[in-house]
């Protein structure tokens, strides 16, 4: 509380006549940074609108780097985020998913947009580092005892995999799988 206090240039015991503690200022922040999210909307290609609010939820959490966890905070949400899991459901309710189902299925996708993120997060330059480490690794792998890694760590040392096309990957499979339950 001090340093926020010291950025906004005010005594730090002020803060607490327009906040709680410090909790209620992630809180009010991570509201702000779901506010950058674009909505879905009920639409008849529920699976595009999914789509887009994956990656666009995937980008806003790349550039406020902290966010990704904080969404996962067990906290009330505020009302940007209650906007973003309203609009969320209404999307899914609205192509046949019960409300349970709906549910279910925006906790799969923001599980995969959490947990890539944080992951892409904690391995800076992994996409541009990853062609040379698996050449490194190519060499130890012996082809004829682990055929299936080494073609991977081929393919990989050839830079002809992403993180986009990871996270797209991943998302295409939950989104199919959601599809076959409908």
Known sequence: MRKVAAELSVEAMS?????????????GITDLVAGEITLPTPDFDWQGEMRA??????RVLLR??????????PRAPGPNMMTYLDATLG????VGFTPAQADHARNTI???????????????????????????????IPRDTYPSLYRRTEDLAQ?????VDNFDFGLTLILDGLDALR
């Open 15 to 27: 803060l607490y006549n327009h906040v709680a503690n410090k909790e209620a200022i992630i809180a």
């Open 53 to 58: 609010r994956s990656r666009s939820a995937h």
């Open 64 to 73: 406020h780097p902290w966010a990704a966890a904080q969404f996962q905070a």
């Open 91 to 94: 999307c899914l309710i609205a």
């Open 110 to 140: 923001d599980n995969h947009i959490y947990g890539f993120t944080i992951q892409h997060l904690t391995r800076p330059g992994r996409a541009r580092d990853i062609a040379r480490q698996a050449r490194k690794q190519l060499k130890s």
């Open 159 to 163: 830079a002809k995999s992403t993180e």
